[in-house]
């Protein structure tokens, strides 16, 4: 493609792209296709000759985009979002057209300090230590994994980095019952072993009972294991319960077990004043994580993680032997020796687009207003006698289902799958399930950037439509 052609295709592509934006609500939300059947419309062969623009774009309309789920459609309600905004998606353009790799200071210093710059507008908008420091990574996994290989070298004082496990190591990590699958993973994959995850029970709101964790951590202690990691919840995946951060960090302080705090979805209601006490008590908690790909209008990826103090991380993941370090190294970060990669795109970028195009205001305003939609449909399940809400509505979830005391559990979970399933194969809607205490619940998640009011009386009315002939085919 020559610039000129660039040029041209990039003209039509924003207006392809500003078409989209504004009828992003006409599309299915989610695809009616097979599995297999977008494949069996791709070639088995890469094409040997170069293929005009139009019929790749035109394969892009025809195959591709109905085999598309519209994350961005305003009546899609399940898992958690991941929003985009105009602003985001510009900074997107520019980032992809500079093309830098932004590993270190060097390779691009305007990505470096942009980065320390808008991590550290975020950290005082949300009302996080100003003594802390943040970084930004791809996804929370990877932060979350981050952090547990840098408390894990903290505690054998970087010897299993240089030697390895020697086998008489007997971590145990602890986060509730609730907590996300990617702190599995990181457990498993870190070398601590999944049987070292200790799950601590949670209250009736499904928040971890610090009193429990203590007992854990003590009976651990007794019996030769080393305790090296709680992870908290600040918003569970299933029901954005929140673990109590006060008291979890006091534990971990006595017993000199990091903290880490896992607000990936529920974090940008930190922005809000309302929510910041939350927080209260985590100041000697050792790091902290959310996605602003989730709910703060910045395309995936893009997860900020903060920390108390970033050098165990630094000595964790550097590669540059202390003696090779230049003057220079200790003036500016090289944020490479922050996480795992080497290479890091420049998502500082978009950040910095969207908190200037919002103002910390308009990104107030937005998450305010979601809230309020949220507490508006709460009302309306809570006035339809049929329904009940199982988990307390603590942001912007609602976790509900249809009940009949007459019924069984196992009935009624039969029942509430198959109203969400009748309601999503209307593409109209999306929404997404999880099972507390064993009872399968709708979950309903408004937060899309461009959800209105008129999108959740849609789904509600669609919801009750579904919810009467299900209820009708079940008798
Ligand atoms: C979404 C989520 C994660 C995982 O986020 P990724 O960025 O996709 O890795 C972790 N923890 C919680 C609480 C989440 O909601």
């Given at each position: 493609m020559d610039k000129e052609e660039f040029r041209k295709r990039g003209h039509e592509l924003v207006d392809w792209m500003a078409d989209f934006m504004q009828s992003k609500e006409s599309y299915p939300v989610t695809p009616d296709v097979k599995p297999g059947e977008i494949l069996s419309r791709l070639p088995e062969k890469a094409p040997d000759k170069a293929e005009p623009f139009e019929e790749i774009f035109s394969d892009f309309e025809n195959i591709i985009m109905p085999g598309m789920t519209h994350w961005q459609n305003p009546s899609f309600f399940g898992y958690f979002p991941a929003n985009n905004s105009e602003p985001s998606i510009l900074a997107e353009m520019l980032m992809s057209t500079l093309g830098a790799q932004c590993m270190s200071w060097i390779t691009s210093p305007a990505a470096a300090e942009l980065e320390e710059r808008v991590c550290d507008w975020l950290r005082d908008a949300k009302g996080i230590h100003s003594g802390w420091k943040g970084c930004i990574h791809d996804t929370a996994s990877t932060a979350t994994l981050s952090a547990l290989l840098a408390a894990r070298e903290k505690f054998s004082k970087f010897q299993i980095n240089k030697s390895g496990f020697t086998g008489t190591e007997k971590f145990r990590i602890y986060a509730s019952t609730h907590v996300h699958s990617s702190i599995d993973k990181a457990v498993k994959i870190s070398g601590i072993g999944e049987e070292n995850l200790v799950r601590v029970d949670v209250d009736e709101q499904f928040g971890m009972i610090p009193e429990a964790l203590e007992r854990a951590i003590q009976s651990d202690l007794n019996n030769g294991f080393s305790p090296l990691m709680v992870i908290s919840a600040l918003g569970t995946t299933s029901s954005t319960a929140v673990d109590p951060i006060g008291p979890i960090t006091k534990i971990c302080k006595e017993y000199k077990v990091w903290h880490h705090i896992d607000a990936a979805f529920a974090g940008t209601a930190l922005l809000l004043p309302q929510f910041q006490s939350l927080m209260e008590g985590h100041e000697d908690a050792d790091s902290y994580v959310f996605n602003p790909h989730k709910w703060m209008m910045t395309n995936f990826d893009c997860t900020v993680m903060f920390l108390r103090e970033p050098k165990h991380l630094v000595n964790t993941f550097s590669l540059t032997p202390e003696y090779l370090k230049t003057d220079l190294d200790e003036k500016v970060?090289?944020?490479?020796?922050?996480?795992?990669?080497l290479g890091r795109r420049f998502r500082a970028l978009k950040l910095w687009f969207v908190i200037r195009s919002y103002g910390l205001d308009g990104l107030r305003t937005k998450i305010q207003y979601h809230l309020d939609l949220t507490k508006k449909a709460e009302s309306w399940i809570n006035e339809d006698e049929r329904l009940e809400i199982l988990a307390p509505v603590n942001f912007n979830t609602i976790c509900f289902r249809y009940r009949d005391v007459e019924l069984s559990t196992i009935e009624l979970n039969k029942i509430n799958e198959n109203w969400m399933s009748s309601s999503n194969s209307t593409h109209k809607v999306f929404f997404s399930h999880t099972k507390l205490d064993g009872k399968y619940v709708i979950r309903w998640v408004i937060g899309q950037t461009d959800v209105e009011e008129k999108h959740i009386q849609q789904a509600w009315v669609l919801l009750q439509d579904q919810l009467n002939k299900t209820l009708k085919t079940s008798a």
């Open positions: 970060n090289n944020y490479r020796d922050w996480g795992i990669p």
